[in-house]
């Protein structure tokens, strides 16, 4: 079973790459795409907990680091997305699952990720936007996310939930 929650959680990654990187770029706003990987990543915390989350946070984070375009310092994502999954388990051990919690944990994830993502540009010299620039990113992202969650985190939760252990 172990294996098979490793191949979903791989597939499920696989196919927020392809959306975010191939398909959502023409439905851009100001340049701005959903993080679908972040999407993931989340729903897995949420699900799973903070370790499992933080491991394919990282390797989600360095796909989308290596995917093409692949404009910036490689790690940076995988940095974020680490943070964002670790954060988000917590939250789970903490809170109820509701659909306020939810979003909730969608929008400070976003908030968190994107955050690291453009302060690691900027202490690594790779900033591509000013600081008035990284808010308005910040936000936006943000908006793009919290937006997506219904359509997405259902989905993905209901996915990983039905591969999880039975629990005595």
């Known amino acids: ?11 499920l990654v696989l196919v927020a790459l392809v959306l975010q990187v191939a ?30 989350a933080a491991t394919l946070g990282f390797f989600a984070g360095l796909a989308l680091d290596l995917a093409p375009p692949a404009d910036h310092v490689a790690g940076r994502w995988a940095l974020a997305l680490v943070v964002v ?15 306020t919690t939810v979003v909730a944990t969608v929008a400070a994830s976003s908030f968190i990720g994107t955050s690291v993502y453009a302060l690691s540009g900027v202490i ?12 308005r990113v910040i936000l ?12 997405v985190l259902p989905a993905v939760m209901r996915l990983l939930t039905r591969l999880e252990p039975a629990r005595a």
């Open 140 to 151: 936006v992202a943000l908006l793009w996310d919290v937006l997506l969650t219904p359509l």
């Open 85 to 99: 999954g670790y954060v988000a388990g917590l939250m789970r051990q903490d809170t109820r699952s509701s659909a």
């Open 124 to 135: 690594l010299g790779d900033a591509v936007a000013g600081s008035g620039d990284l808010v």
């Open 23 to 52: 398909v959502f770029p023409h439905l851009a706003w100001d340049g701005i795409v959903p993080n679908f990987c972040l999407l993931v990543v989340v729903a897995a915390a949420l699900v799973r907990g903070p370790g499992f």
């Open 1 to 11: 079973m172990k294996a098979l929650r490793v191949a979903v959680a791989a597939a």
